[in-house]
């Protein structure tokens, strides 16, 4: 798997009066952060990429690839949300089947798969359990190992680990990285948090008011020659 690029062509979209335009280019294979304000169109952002919401015009392509009228399960992209992201009555194992098949009709390979994809989050000693009787570090390790069924090389996170403890949050975050480096994932990620950021991320996209308005390395971001609108953002003017 070698992660694609995502560009963003004038992506024009509208929530009522919050209008967004994304323009930018996402870098293939390495991790992005995705940082800005509260309500500046971060998840917005992803949901144009994961096909949950459509742009009024402008493209998205992945990699050469339009992903105009294409259905989010046809895209090449898996998505982890803050919270909610598995079925309460469904074991571990049939949770992360979902990522294989919609109906659960599972095949030697497929059950391989997912064999292996509990292994490598820490998660095959748990997969009977339902998600009530797990942490909330192991219900995000679900579903990391349902992202990774899927053999999606773009990968999307939005805020996945914020619920969690800063010293897991640090772990699940390292965790991220050593998939990624394995798997050579495009990962693009929300996140508020700079130690993250500087943990985890490649590149920093930053957004404010529907518009990117910085983008570079993330060395770039976190050191005193951080764009002015970011350190606006972290509180220091400079
Ligand atoms: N489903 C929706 N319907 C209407 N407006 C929405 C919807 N989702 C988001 N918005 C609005 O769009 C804007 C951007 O929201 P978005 O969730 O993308 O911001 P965000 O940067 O991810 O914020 P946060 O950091 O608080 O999660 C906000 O003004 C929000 O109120």
């Given at each position: 798997m070698n992660g694609p690029t995502i560009r963003f062509d004038q992506v024009a979209f509208a929530y009522n009066e919050a209008q967004f335009l994304f323009d930018a280019t996402v870098p293939d294979g390495a991790i992005t952060a995705l940082m800005g304000p509260s309500g500046s169109g971060k998840s917005t952002l992803?949901?144009?990429?994961?096909?949950?919401?459509?742009?009024k015009s402008g493209r998205i392509l992945i990699g050469e690839?339009?992903?105009?009228?294409?259905?989010?399960?046809?895209?090449?992209?898996?998505?982890?949300?803050?919270?909610?992201?598995?079925?309460?009555?469904?074991?571990?194992e049939q949770n992360v089947g979902l990522g294989r098949s919609p109906s659960l009709k599972l095949t030697a390979d497929d059950k391989r798969a997912i064999a292996d994809a509990l292994a490598s989050t820490g998660m095959q000693n748990k997969n009977n359990r339902l998600p009530r009787e797990l942490s909330g570090g192991e219900r995000q390790r679900v579903a990391i190992a349902r992202a990774l069924v899927r053999q999606c090389p773009v990968l999307l996170l939005d805020e996945p680990f914020a619920s969690l403890g800063p010293a897991l949050r640090a772990d699940m975050l390292d965790e991220i990285r050593a998939l990624q480096a394995r798997l050579g994932l495009t990962v693009l990620f929300v996140t508020h948090h700079p130690e993250d950021a500087s943990r985890l991320a490649d590149h920093v996209l930053f957004l404010e008011n529907g518009h990117i308005t910085a983008q570079g390395p993330a060395k770039s971001f976190l050191d005193e020659q951080a764009p002015a609108a970011f350190r606006r953002y972290m509180g220091d003017a400079g």
């Open positions: 992803l949901n144009l990429v994961a096909g949950f919401e459509t742009p690839q339009d992903m105009r009228d294409r259905a989010p399960a046809a895209r090449p992209v898996s998505m982890i949300f803050q919270e909610n992201n598995l079925f309460a009555h469904l074991t571990v």
